[in-house]
């Protein structure tokens, strides 16, 4: 079975600082996604950043961006310059390239302070 | 567009009633899912469709059951609630699999007591 393991429950970070949210998988496919999603307080899931496992180039979106180490099997979300509405719940999720389903890992709730 | 919509946003049901939540989206995307989020668990998948009057079971399938009569619109129904059935539920749909997007509905709380 695929799983998705987010260790730590909660982090906390200060305000301009960057923090690093850590995400392991277990696969033996060759063929995945990989998926961050941000769950504010509002409960609104919203898709942060995503990749493809065959791409070596981690991906980046504006302040966002991933460590992806496919031999390690890591995909660690990195936000610098953290503002006050980055707060929220974060998931990890992977889907295998035939697989329509995704599986999420526990998420991780980021507080940021000022 | 609207999105992901779901019905109702909140419900209070007693043990042993029945309900059906609806979800509709108006993205003509052909994958819909129903996951379920408990504190601590993350988001777990109840059902999900590929396609319209198609249905299969996630990982958490007892107690629900689903039905996709028309593309837009992914039924979610508890027969005869319960305690554990206390959740919120989320819909979600997608063009596809793989690298394709997952969008979400905004959630139902649903307590059953």
């Known amino acids: 079975a695929q799983t998705v393991t987010q260790s730590q429950p909660e982090m906390s970070v200060q305000e301009a600082e960057t923090v690093t949210l850590s995400c392991t998988y277990d696969?033996?496919?060759?063929?995945?996604?990989l998926f961050w999603y941000k769950q504010p307080p509002s409960r609104q899931m919203i898709l942060v950043i995503r990749?493809?496992?065959?791409?070596?180039q981690n991906a980046t979106e504006n302040r966002f961006s991933v460590n992806f180490q496919k031999a390690a099997k890591s995909f660690s979300l990195k936000i610098s310059d953290s503002q006050l509405g980055d707060a929220a719940m974060y998931f990890c999720?992977?889907?295998?390239?035939?697989?329509?389903?995704?599986?999420f890992g526990k998420g991780i709730t980021l507080s940021v302070r000022p | 567009n609207a999105g992901v919509t779901q019905t109702p946003k909140f419900r209070v049901l007693k043990t042993g009633q029945s309900m059906t939540l609806l979800c509709a989206q108006d993205?003509?995307?052909?994958?819909m899912y129903w996951y379920r989020q408990d504190p601590g668990m993350g988001l777990r998948l109840i059902h999900y469709s590929v396609g319209e009057g198609t249905t299969a079971k996630g990982e958490v399938p007892d107690g629900y059951n689903v039905s996709r009569l028309k593309k837009q619109n992914f039924l979610l129904g508890l027969e005869s609630a319960a305690p554990s059935q206390t959740s919120v539920y989320f819909c979600a749909s997608s063009m596809g699999g793989g690298i394709y997007e997952q969008y979400f509905g905004p959630g139902t709380r649903l307590t059953v007591t």
């Open positions: 696969t033996s496919e060759s063929d995945y996604y």
């Open positions: 993205m003509n995307h052909e994958y």
């Open positions: 990749q493809e496992a065959y791409k070596q």
């Open positions: 999720a992977y889907r295998t390239g035939a697989n329509s389903k995704l599986t």
